[in-house]
């Protein structure tokens, strides 16, 4: 007799294409207008333009880019700007987005009235984050989050931005590694995407990602170790004891880039910290683009993100490039965590 796999409704969408995804999803919302669809379709192509440079970085120098002049005599762009760029004009025109702001901007882009449609969204982004790692061919990413804007009418306003975690409708992000792929929540649940380059169209490769309650990676920093509080050091050394019944030593994976520890650790379980320290009291992560995003999608897979005190998706930001201290990942772990930095557990 012949066996039939069992596979779960989530397994059975397997290979369906993101745009398809979404409009899925957004049928499920009486009353949605596709706005959701042709946003996260405008930041998929932003992505694999971003995505066509990231793969040729490494042939700046040999195919004759000279300090910051190409062979056209054309200034050569920073590979964050150009992304920041991309992202920017993939989103001005859509109709519902009222402004954007991404980490490589100092103040918000407000679109120009004549480009706006509804304009009920405001769109935050890092267009490319790590980007220290893009020089050694290590995955750098770009993370994106979508609010509605709480004033209604005439051009966005700062305050449109400042909002808590809790108030996004969609967050995501992009890892250009040995493949690219797309990783985004709209509250109901974590979906992956890996992009097929032989036609550059996302399928969904990754659907229902959970992270596993507990983890045995544990993701640092420590040449800041002089500069932790002690708190923090006693739960880096408690998770380098040998302890078998608990799964101790923990193994270190750092690899200085959010989105590609994160993921790492989000599809593997394990913990993120980027703590507060002597120097940088608050971190060096930024609250709006970097740690909310990535908070909202850990705790739509059943992970946990907080700043050593709360949860991150409810600090109500009082700057755009406002940084926060993050303690990312498996609930278990981030618990554990907590215990050690609010001096219960040493
Ligand atoms: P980068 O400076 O290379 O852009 O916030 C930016 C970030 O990278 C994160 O992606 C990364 O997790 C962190 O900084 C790494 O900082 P350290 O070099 O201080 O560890």
């Not at 379709?41 to 042939?59: D, M």
Request: aromatic fraction near 8%; charged fraction near 25%.
């Amino acid at each position: 007799m012949q066996r039939t796999a069992v596979t779960t409704p989530a397994q059975q969408t397997k290979g369906i294409t993101l745009e398809r995804h979404i409009r899925d999803e957004e049928r499920k919302h009486p009353g949605a207008r596709g706005v959701f669809t042709r946003l996260v379709s405008q930041i998929s192509l932003a992505s694999k333009i971003v995505n066509a440079e990231v793969n040729k970085a490494g042939l700046v120098e040999i195919l004759g880019l000279t300090g910051h002049t190409n062979i056209q005599g054309e200034e050569v762009q920073k590979l964050d700007e150009y992304a920041n760029e991309v992202f920017r004009r993939a989103l001005d025109h859509t109709g519902p987005v009222a402004a954007l702001a991404s980490e490589e901007m100092e103040d918000p882009y407000i679109v120009p009235g004549e480009l706006l449609d509804e304009g009920q969204y405001v769109v935050v982004y890092d267009p490319l984050d790590g980007s220290s790692n893009i020089d050694v061919n290590v995955s750098i990413g770009s993370i994106f989050s979508i609010l509605r804007r709480p004033t209604k009418s005439g051009p966005a306003r700062l305050e449109d931005f400042l909002q808590p975690g809790t108030k996004q409708l969609c967050a995501g992000y992009i890892i250009y590694g040995s493949s690219t792929m797309l990783v985004y929540t709209t509250g109901n649940g974590v979906n992956g995407f890996t992009l097929d380059p032989s036609v550059g169209e996302f399928f969904l490769s990754h659907p229902d990602i959970q992270i596993p309650p507990r983890g045995k990676i544990y993701s640092i920093n420590e040449g800041n170790s002089a500069t932790w509080d002690e708190r923090v050091s006693r739960y880096v050394a408690h998770l380098k004891k040998e302890d078998k019944a608990a799964g101790r030593p923990y193994s270190a994976r750092y690899i200085g880039s959010l989105v590609a520890d994160f993921h790492r650790n989000l599809l593997k379980g394990g913990i993120f910290l980027y703590p507060g320290d002597k120097k940088s009291p608050s971190g060096k992560l930024r609250l709006l683009y970097e740690c909310s995003p990535m908070a909202f999608i850990v705790e739509q897979a059943g992970g946990a993100a907080s700043d050593g005190k709360g949860r991150i998706l409810e600090i109500q930001p009082a700057k755009l490039h406002q940084r926060t201290p993050l303690v990312i990942g498996s609930r278990e772990d981030v618990a554990e965590a907590l215990r050690f930095l609010s001096g219960e557990a040493s």
